[in-house]
């Protein structure tokens, strides 16, 4: 006996009792995000390996360990999208959109990832990302996080909290780099394998280690935050100044460096403690080098990416109901008439009733089989056609969740006596 196909591991079925909760999160990020002016983009998902290798940096864990990449027939190196935001600022270059221009842009996919599938984490997710690109002030930092703290009171988000920090100019980081180093040279026997590795080439990554036995060694490192440009540290307060004027609770947080070589300046994440060790739902900040990295002109540049996944696993647990999927009319009918004028019916009702949920029997079967099938739906009200009524042009009218007597009702009336149940 063959074994049955199953999905690759780390990738998953949405069912339709759950796209409902995902259709209402697409819908409340889509207006948002177009009420303050971000148009949608929409990109490709297959892009080539050096544009992710180029800008997320060949020492990432990304580009390092968890990329889909593979030689298409040309012999050219592909990947599947590891993360939206180089992506956004190659299609914003290759089509001219950065020409003496400003953009506000989202996108909405899947991302792949070769990562251990754990709760929280897939191989195939889904994020939104919102992309500033032409910006150089700390107001437009600002903006993207009071999107994101709408986003979260539409979607009755409450248990985020916003970690905060500056990683500054390349410059100020070059000098932050070599005082990192040397604390960490001095307490290398402290060092687990990783962050051996990672001293000389990437030693900013040590900070995000996860590994709780370097978690102290971590607190007494320098913190970034003391070597910052002047610039930088004007740039710095004045964010924190906005949020504090629009009553954003934050906390500053110098060990946040974020795990992709692109970023300077603002890095931020909205981070959870409902989903276990899944913690980031939302993280972002500038990246005012990428533009240039890719080879378009120097241009500043700021945004974040949320993931789907666990934002979807937060409005679970929140107030916010989930729409309803469930008919509120089914359509009963037995005889070659009735199966002949079910269908114009229900059409015509769903003209007089736009977003009526109404199922139409099909499959055949007699009115105590069909009867079962409607009860099972979960809908409020069954439609009973049979020859007699289709010769009458009236139906008959059950409700399906209490006592109440069928009605014989007219055609012509049918949107009215269905009305209730569709509020």
Known sequence: MSLRIQAIRGMRDILPDATARWQQLEAVLRDTLTAYGYGEIRLPILERTELFSRSVGEQTDIVEKEMYTFEDRGGESITLRPEGTAGCVRAALENGLLHNQRQRLWYLGPMFR?????????????????????????????????????????????????????????????????????????RRDELDEESVRRLEGNPLRILDSKNPAMQALIAGAPAI????????????????????????????????????????????????????????????????????????????????????DRAAALMEQGAVRAPSTTPQVYLVMVGEAAERAGPILAEQLRDALPGLRLTVHCGGGGFKAQFKAADRSGAALALILGDQEVAAQRAGVKALRDESAQRDVPWDELPEVIRPVTS
């Open 114 to 186: 070769y990562e251990k599938p754990q709760a929280g984490r897939y191989r195939q997710f889904s994020q939104v990302g919102a992309e500033a690109l032409g910006f150089e002030g700390p107001d437009v930092d600002l903006e993207l996080l009071l999107v994101c703290r709408r986003l979260w009171q539409a979607l009755g988000i409450t248990n985020l909290r916003l970690d905060l920090n500056s990683l500054g100019t390349q410059a100020a980081r070059a000098v932050y780099r070599e005082k990192l180093i040397a604390y960490l040279s001095e």
């Open 225 to 308: 935050t003391d070597f910052l440009d002047d610039e930088s540290a004007a740039h710095f307060a004045a964010l924190r100044a906005g949020l504090d004027a629009a009553g954003v609770a934050y906390r500053v947080n110098p060990r946040l460096v974020r795990g992709l070589d692109y970023y300077s300046r603002t890095t931020f994440e909205w981070i959870t403690d409902a989903l276990g060790a899944q913690g980031a739902v939302c993280a972002g900040g500038r990246y005012d080098g990428l533009v240039e990295l890719i080879g378009g002109r120097p241009a500043p540049a700021v945004g974040w990416a949320m993931g789907l």
